[in-house]
């Protein structure tokens, strides 16, 4: 219900939901709201508790009780004679409205539903094992001993790291225990502690791949350390380039390397690791998810090839989900101890009872379980995104397919993908472009991007039916493109 009470008094528009909670709730939070960002202003009369309660269709009593609530907090000010107004508020500028305040629609038209988001990095929200995990909290309520629900041991659930390590031997070879582990509240702030502990061991420099991860290289600078680019091809990170950049540590995703899909090559990991051996330096593996392989084993993690020199960093949020914040940071001893220092100085730790059910969860098999299944999920998403993509594209766009749950269209040459990113937008589908993936030094002029335009299409959290819908869309917003542009249109199956 709207109701605009301008006779007699302020223009000022209401609308309630009756189905959104308490009707009292909603006019105390949207006359707030008014009065903060000055849509009410001093001394201006508010209509009477009767005019007030006709206009909405509340009861009389309802408004009272508003109008007393915010006479209370010092919103209005109340005189016999003279009704109701606002009171003189601090200066200042227009504060948010109250959370979950209902609020009049802005003027502008609402934005398209999106129908089909490829954002990267969310999994399959809609496949969680939501009744596995209940039962794993509730079996960690029942068996969790009174003595652990106090602070927890700094590096972690004992427990859930003896699983972990374990895990990472089966399912990743590598080869860390218990001791080598410190657990997390998720992969960020593992990183930052890693980062921060190699700053007190004197490394001033970390390479990072470009492109790359986003933000990593302003997680690295907050840590004190010298971010520099080192390039990506078809192969994965150039470490002859990387020899070139003076870092003693580096930061890359080898596994399926993020955006571009690619897996470190053979020769290259040999590579690497000779080069950290070489200058005592040390490599951060992002192991983000290396379980989703389509066409073969997954490749193992370089942790299990040197793990005197590689911190491995991992997460259920793409095996799981992004709102269960747990990781891991496997480390060389040399480490361990200044990254649960780190860990200590910054926070209590992570939930214990969340802990102990992750472990219990893996330990039980139903991890394992859901994996499978969802690997299959994936898989076939993958295909169709693959046929479709070919169908709308032609042949050859679709690279990074071997594994994860995100892949890298190219576009034709001179396509713009901010401004296909942005058409498509209007068309109901989300996608980013690689550009967002570029890794610019902070002290470096913004060159153009010499790579061939992309975009990146996450399917963890897309149906089949919405791919095929996105991709056709996505197509229509390249041709849109190439019509204002002029440029050769993109051949397909379909044209």
């Not at 969790?144 to 990743?172: F, I, K, N, Q």
């Amino acid at each position: 219900m709207r109701v605009d009470w301008a006779r007699g008094g302020p223009d000022l528009m209401m609308a309630l939901d009756r189905g959104a909670g308490p009707l009292g709730t909603q006019i105390q939070d949207q006359l707030r709201a008014a009065i903060r960002d000055r849509r009410l202003g001093a001394g201006e009369r508010l209509p009477s508790t009767r005019r007030l309660a006709e206009l909405l269709g509340v009861s009389r009593g309802t408004v009272v009780d508003v109008y007393e609530q915010l006479l209370a907090e010092g919103y209005v000010e109340s005189t016999v004679g003279s009704g109701t107004r606002v009171a003189t508020m601090p200066a200042g500028g227009p504060a948010r409205p109250a959370p979950g305040a209902v609020t009049a629609p802005a003027s502008s038209s609402p934005s398209r539903p999106v129908e089909a988001d490829f954002e990267y990095g969310i999994p399959d929200l809609g496949s969680v094992p939501l009744t596995d995990w209940s039962r794993a909290v509730s079996e960690a309520t029942r068996t969790l001993p009174t003595a652990e629900l106090g602070d927890e041991d700094p590096a972690g659930s004992r427990h859930l790291r003896e699983v972990v390590t374990a895990y990472h031997r089966r399912v990743r070879s590598g080869s860390a225990v218990a001791e080598d582990a410190v657990v997390v509240s998720g992969f960020r702030q593992g990183l930052a502690f890693a980062l921060a502990t190699l700053a007190r061991h004197g490394i001033r420099r970390i390479a990072l791949e470009d492109p790359g991860p986003r933000e990593h290289d302003v997680i690295a600078r907050r840590a004190g350390l010298d971010a520099v680019p080192v390039p990506v091809d078809d192969h994965g990170l150039d470490v002859g380039r990387l020899r070139e950049t003076g870092a003693r540590a580096v930061l890359l995703t080898p596994a399926h390397q993020c955006p571009t899909g690619v897996a470190l090559g053979p020769s290259r990991r040999r590579h690497l690791v000779a080069w950290a051996d070489e200058i005592d330096g040390v490599i951060l593996e992002d192991d983000y998810d290396a379980e989703f392989r389509y066409d073969r084993q997954p490749v193992g993690s370089l942790q299990g090839l040197n793990p005197a020199r590689v911190i491995a960093l991992g997460s259920v949020s793409k095996t799981l989900a992004p709102a269960i914040r747990l990781g891991w940071v496997l480390a060389p001893p040399r480490f361990v101890a200044g990254i649960i220092e780190e860990k200590r100085l910054s926070s209590r730790g992570a939930p214990g009872l969340d802990q102990e059910a992750l472990a219990l969860l893996m330990e039980s098999g139903r991890f394992d379980r859901h994996l499978r299944r969802v690997r299959e999920i994936y898989h076939a998403r993958r295909d169709v995104l693959a046929a479709e993509t070919e169908l709308a594209f032609g042949p050859g766009r679709l690279h990074g397919l071997a594994a994860g749950c995100h892949a890298l269209l190219r576009l034709p040459d001179g396509t713009s993908e901010r401004a296909v990113v942005a058409t498509a937008a209007t068309m109901g589908v989300r996608v980013s472009g690689l550009g967002d993936y570029r890794f610019v030094p902070a002290d470096a002029e913004t060159e153009p991007d010499p790579r061939p335009p992309a975009h990146v299409l996450g399917f963890g959290n897309v149906s089949e039916h919405q791919i095929s819908r996105g991709i056709r869309t996505l197509a229509k917003a390249v041709r849109r493109h190439q019509e204002r542009t002029g440029h050769p249109k993109i051949r397909s199956i379909m044209d």
